[in-house]
């Protein structure tokens, strides 16, 4: 696509013309598109999938959908805040959460990633398959992957603090599963030129699988001891850059909180360094902030594979900055993980689920097991 000079629009957003179509970006070059052109006209979006996902250096592997249906705030406040409230349990009810059966990658999960190589005891993690409850495969299968096909984990109903958690996990991520959904729709003709197998689709890869798994992340506030990263230090310090190993993954907007004698207060960042950044096809480093109303999707390594690495996957880490104050502040958020059945060809050699092993054997520790 031609790169014409950039307009400036008051929503805040730039737009690019190129015949009678329109790409839009968010202020740091993330192209945007609305929900509303996805369910209703997906063939006309190919120049802003092209651009988000393609191969132009500045292309960042990322897309924002704004628009999105009305109940998306008010289940995205309601889960995040019950992340904050789940972290906030004692040690020993998080734990009985835990499922080391499945690498635990069912329910609760906290310092059992290897990142920059140690443990990551800096965030925790809570492991859910929110479309399909209890997977209808092979039982040689399920014993291969019980990182996909183990029982999900849902705290007690009255489990105070975090009662009715199990339907705001469902209902965030059933929303975000069906904008995916749309989204994949409006990418299978660009994706479907460079998949290796034609008889592919992306939209069937997504809708008819029983391996998509949503993860819950609630980041610990920094100890006193903590010291974060400097100025100088390298970005990717405290969580190393990486890949998704999905085909396309559904990211919401952190949330910020406060610990106060009652309710946690929801705030700003805390520091102007803080977030995601992403790393362009072309090399150059960039913070993408995801507007609070607003879901993105990145590209993961099974679509990179499926298609011989014509559409690469998106390295992207989450960097925490130095803030002053003695304030309790977590980070939390969320991301859905929509990636194919193991038994799934990705190329001629691999299939998904040969491919997920050897990404589970580099990011966990086998004594943690």
């Known amino acids: 696509m031609a790169r014409l000079p950039f307009l400036y629009r008051s929503n805040p957003s730039y737009l690019i013309q190129a015949s009678s179509v329109e790409v839009e970006f968010t202020p740091e070059g993330a192209v945007t598109i609305s929900y509303q052109s996805l369910v209703s006209s997906p063939e006309s979006l190919g120049p802003a999938i092209e651009k988000a996902f393609g191969s132009d250096p500045s292309s960042l592997g990322i897309i924002v959908v704004r628009d999105l249906p009305a109940a998306y705030p008010e289940y995205r406040e309601r889960l995040l805040k019950l992340a904050y409230q789940f972290g906030h349990l004692d040690e020993g009810v998080r734990e009985s959460y835990s499922d080391p059966t ?23 993690s809570y492991y859910a398959n929110p479309i399909v409850e209890d997977a209808i495969v092979p039982t040689e299968e399920r014993a291969l992957f019980p990182e996909y096909y183990g029982r999900n984990i849902w705290p007690k109903k009255d489990e105070k ?28 003709p660009f994706a479907s030129s460079y998949f290796v197998n034609s008889t592919l689709s992306l939209v069937d890869l997504i809708r008819n699988s029983q391996t998509t798994k949503a993860r819950l992340l609630h980041y610990f506030p920094p100890s006193p001891n903590f010291a974060p990263p400097s100025e100088d230090e390298p970005i990717d310090s405290w969580c190393g850059f990486h890949l998704d190993h999905s085909l396309l993954t559904g990211l919401c907007p952190a949330m910020f909180l406060r610990r106060t004698a009652s309710d946690p207060e929801i705030i700003p960042s805390p520091s102007p360094t803080s977030g995601l950044y992403i790393r362009t096809r072309g090399g150059r480093l960039t913070k993408v902030a995801i507007p609070q109303d607003c879901l993105a999707f990145q590209t993961g390594e099974a679509l ?20 002053s104050g003695e304030d309790e502040i977590s980070r939390e958020s969320f991301a859905l993980f929509m990636q194919p059945n193991t038994a799934e060809y990705l190329s001629k050699e691999m299939t998904f689920g040969q491919f997920s092993r050897k990404i589970f054997q580099e990011h966990y520790d086998s004594n943690a097991m």
């Open 102 to 124: 499945s690498k635990y990658s069912f329910g609760w999960s906290h310092g059992k990633e290897i990142m920059n190589g140690k443990p990551d005891t800096l965030k925790g």
């Open 161 to 188: 603090g975090v009662e009715n958690f199990e339907e705001a996990f469902k209902n965030l991520s059933r929303l975000i599963f069906q904008v995916g959904s749309e989204l994949a729709v409006a990418c299978q």
């Open 304 to 323: 990179e594979i499926a298609t011989n690495g014509q559409l690469l996957a998106t390295p992207h880490c989450v960097r925490v900055g130095a803030f």
